[in-house]
């Protein structure tokens, strides 16, 4: 079965409010995750990652948060564009190989 | 330095032919992997080669192969294809461990009629 889930499969947001995509994986040997962008048409584009060594990692207006604990990260999107519309997906990386959750189609509205 | 380029872009085909795909790796990146995207099933990894060598393999049938060249460059190949091939197939580079993010390429849109 799937090793990576996200929550929920759409979020709708206004122009300007930050967004949380959440996503919960199940192994908790897991060291290794990833976030990906998939724009219609396009392949997925690495948006960041977090290794198990740490809870919290921030890129340009992104943030991802890592819950060992409960096995649960999150990215976060600051003052979300238009641009940022397109799917989301988290990916687990291990033995040379990704293992992605369902995805989350993000729609900013203007 | 150029992204992952994959050929064809598009392609059709029927029923019981047989397809390669192509990719290009980023230059220094020495792991390509291969997925499928569906909608109904989402992104599924098929298998992944590292210095001509598979290391990994997903849970498609034996009708899905691949190889890699000396120079990174990796094809796979679909044999008798079915309708249910019909998806995205994406080739994703890294530079080679588990510890590397991986970058996707465009995808192949393949198309069995």
Partial sequence: ?110 | KAGVTQTPRYLIKTRGQQVTLSCSPISGHRSVSWYQQTPGQGLQFLFEYFSETQRNKGNFPGRFSGRQFSNSRSEMNVSTLELGDSALYLCASSLGSSAYEQYFGPGTRLTVT
């Fill in chain 1, 1 to 110: 079965g799937e090793s990576v889930g996200l929550h929920l499969p759409t979020l709708s947001v206004q122009e300007g409010d930050n967004s949380i995509i959440n996503c919960a994986y199940s192994n908790s040997a897991s060291d290794y995750f990833i976030w990906y962008k998939q724009e219609s048409g396009k392949g997925p584009q690495f948006i960041i990652d977090i290794r198990s060594n740490m809870d919290k990692r921030q890129g340009q207006r992104v943030t991802v948060l890592l819950n060992k604990t409960v096995k649960h990260l999150s990215l976060q999107i600051a003052a979300t564009q238009p641009g940022d519309s397109a799917v989301y997906f988290c990916a687990e990386n291990n033995d040379y190989k990704l293992s992605f959750g369902a995805g989350t189609t993000v729609t900013v509205r203007a």
